[in-house]
């Protein structure tokens, strides 16, 4: 199986995100950056699928050339090449997914596994329109069902299940009020959720061995699509700080301030 | 007269999926800015049931859309059938609710109407043409506003900021179509419900979460949400786990709730929790730790051990009876 997994670069999740005096943009001193957390689970299940059924992981990233760093990342938990689509500046999902869909057309993969969403935009909408546009079935929100501590975690066995014929992928999705099972004809789309599986480790000799694995280099232009957003973002804020609360020395204040005070009792 | 189309869901078990309610408002309150008109539209194999519900609140026509091969809902089928309607309707903005069914359709719809899109919307600004969409970024951290610069605008709708719109708001005229059917490279295998008698997470007045601190015992969680007919939330490490299903979670990537009181039992208030809860209306803290950032949002912290408290809690409120 070829399984194409792109690699989103933003802040780690643990950095305190703030806001510039003049809403334009977020303070960059002093962030961390990493890959996508969604993305980090794409590319442990594609690794997992070709442990179990042979062929290759092809990370794709887009952005600046420090995106090389979150493609690095991945090669050193184990894909084996990797793209990266050169460019600088605003990128929204027509962008992104016009330019994964031109990837996807190059390397013609099995699947193509994406975040369901990256942690600093928080679209969820990249997979879906990547999906439509290459005329794809979608599995979106791919999860699984034993808990991330089960025995099938620590075997690695890959969620995403190859049917017999190999024609098609079962995925489990978390979806309202419970899990939905559906078919996908490949090649498709999938989008990761967090349950899917937990991404290994970089181990030292995979960190060293991705020095040397190729990264291509593509751009826009070369790839022939336009890029120049439709979304404009006109302003960010912070939200609303909630007014600071006190601690209570036991249940019977409590129940008394939730009576008496705010009424929800 | 520019149109917004709201996309309604019906659930697996044939009712109305609540939320749609509340995207239907903000459905109402774009149209006033956009000075445009109300449509909403509804597929599945049988939504006549729905369409009546829907009948009374406000829209100026509700499309009925029922074919055999909207029995399962599924993005490939669902995404042109809609697009038809919105491109025969001419429709301006096509919206719904964040479900997982708005978030998974939506973009896919987009894409297929070449539109940008909003995710999780919660408020509207601007006038006429110039709409601008406020929506959350870094697990709410960072409220932006944006504009969408296609001929068609698409968004999704977080329920938990619009309130759910009432019936009785005089009657829409009622049109059937004929949805497009194209054939699907996704076929539906199953879904399996997670039934619960406690009320749905998103609608309840009162959520009781447990998080990593209850070690997987949520037996004293339970039983208070019982007491208060409460629903039961729970951080991710607790989902993860397999502790509680995963449709309990509330979060950045879990549910989004905004109850009249949210109760929080062992949960250290990671940014991520945070972004799923903080727009509750009354928070209290449970966490043996005095140090953890859930006390920073919450109204009421108390120190202590959650085996010793809620037990207590459960009494303390049955004695109010
Ligand atoms: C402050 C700020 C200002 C911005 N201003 C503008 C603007 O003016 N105009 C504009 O058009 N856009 C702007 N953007 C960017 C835009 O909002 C998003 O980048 C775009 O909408 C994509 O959304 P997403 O990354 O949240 O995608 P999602 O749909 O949430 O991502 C899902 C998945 O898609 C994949 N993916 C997404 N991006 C990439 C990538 N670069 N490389 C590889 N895989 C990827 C990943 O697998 C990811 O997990 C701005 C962003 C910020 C933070
Ligand atoms: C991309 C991404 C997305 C995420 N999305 C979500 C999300 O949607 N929702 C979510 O919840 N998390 C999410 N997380 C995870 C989040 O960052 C935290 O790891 C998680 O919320 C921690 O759960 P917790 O508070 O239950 O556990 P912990 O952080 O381990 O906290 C347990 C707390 O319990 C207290 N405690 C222990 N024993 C007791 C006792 N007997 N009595 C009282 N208190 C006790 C401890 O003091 C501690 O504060 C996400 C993370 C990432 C990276």
């Known amino acids: 199986m070829k399984i194409l997994v792109t690699a989103k670069r933003v802040e780690d999740p643990e950095s305190k995100i703030k806001v510039k005096p003049d809403g334009s943009g977020i303070v960059q001193e002093g962030l961390k950056y990493k890959i996508n957390p969604f993305d980090e689970i794409g590319v442990e299940e594609g690794l997992r699928l070709v442990a179990k059924h042979q062929g290759e992981v092809v990370v794709v990233s887009i952005g600046g050339k420090e995106v090389q760093e979150q493609l690095r990342h991945a090669l050193a938990m184990g894909a084996h090449r990797a793209v990266w689509v050169n460019h600088t500046g605003p990128l929204d999902q027509l962008g992104i997914a016009g330019l994964l869909q031109k990837v996807a057309e190059k390397e013609k993969p099995d699947l193509v596994v994406l975040g369901k969403q990256s942690i600093d935009d928080d679209q969820n909408q990249v997979g879906q329109y990547l999906a439509e546009f290459l005329g794809w079935g979608q599995a979106t929100f791919a999860s699984k069902v034993e808990s991330l501590e089960s025995a099938e975690e620590k075997n690695k066995e890959p969620a995403v299940k190859l049917t017999a014929d190999k024609k098609a992928v079962q995925v489990v999705r978390e979806v309202d009020n419970g899990l939905a099972t559906v078919e996908c004809q490949l090649p498709a789309v999938v989008t990761t959720d967090l349950r899917l599986n937990q991404p290994r480790y970089a181990s030292l000799p995979g960190i060293m061995k991705a020095k040397s694995k190729p990264i291509e280099e593509l751009t826009p232009a070369g790839l022939g699509v336009d890029v120049a957003p439709k979304i404009q973002v006109l302003k960010l804020a912070s939200p609303p700080a909630r007014k600071a609360g006190i601690k209570v020395p036991d249940v019977a204040t409590l129940v008394d301030k939730l009576r008496n005070e705010a009424k929800v009792v | 007269m520019p149109i917004v189309l709201i996309v309604a869901e019906q659930q697996p078990d044939g009712n109305l999926r609540k939320a749609s309610l509340n995207a239907i408002t903000a459905g109402k309150q774009l149209a006033d800015k956009a000075g445009a008109e109300l449509h909403i539209a509804i597929l599945g194999k049988d939504p006549a049931k729905v369409a009546e519900e829907l009948k009374g609140t406000g829209a100026k026509a509700v499309h009925v859309g029922a074919a055999a091969e909207l029995e399962h809902y599924l993005a490939e089928t669902y995404a042109p059938a809609l697009a038809a309607l919105a491109t025969e309707l001419k429709a301006d903005f096509v919206g719904m609710a964040s479900t997982a069914q708005g978030k998974d359709l939506m973009p896919r719809l987009a894409a297929r109407l070449k539109a940008a899109m909003a995710t999780d919307i919660t408020g509207l600004g601007g ?94 969680i339970e039983a208070l949400a019982d007491d208060l007919g409460a629903a039961v939330g729970a951080s991710r490490a607790v989902c993860d786990a397999g502790w509680v299903p995963n449709d309990l979670q509330v979060g950045q990537t879990g549910k989004v709730v905004a109850p009249a009181l949210y109760i929080a039992a062992g949960i250290s208030g990671a940014i991520q929790h945070l972004a799923g809860m903080k727009s509750s209306k009354t928070i209290v803290a449970i966490n043996k730790d005095a140090e953890a950032p859930i006390f920073q949002v919450a109204d009421y912290g108390i120190v202590a051990d959650l085996f010793k408290v809620l037990p207590e809690l459960r009494s303390e409120l049955q004695k109010l009876k």
């Open chain 2, 127 to 220: 006038s006429g043409a110039d709409i601008i969409f406020h929506r959350p970024m870094w697990a709410g951290n960072v409220f932006a506003e944006v504009k969408l610069n296609t001929p068609v605008k698409v968004f999704t709708v977080r329920a938990t900021e619009f309130t759910a719109a009432a019936g009785g708001q005089g009657a829409a005229e009622v049109k059937t179509f004929a949805p497009k059917i194209e054939a699907s490279k996704t076929k539906f295998v199953e879904f399996k419900e997670v039934k619960s008698a406690r009320p749905e997470l998103t609608e309840a007045r009162v959520v009781i979460s447990g998080g990593r601190g209850t070690k997987g015992d949520f037996k004293e």
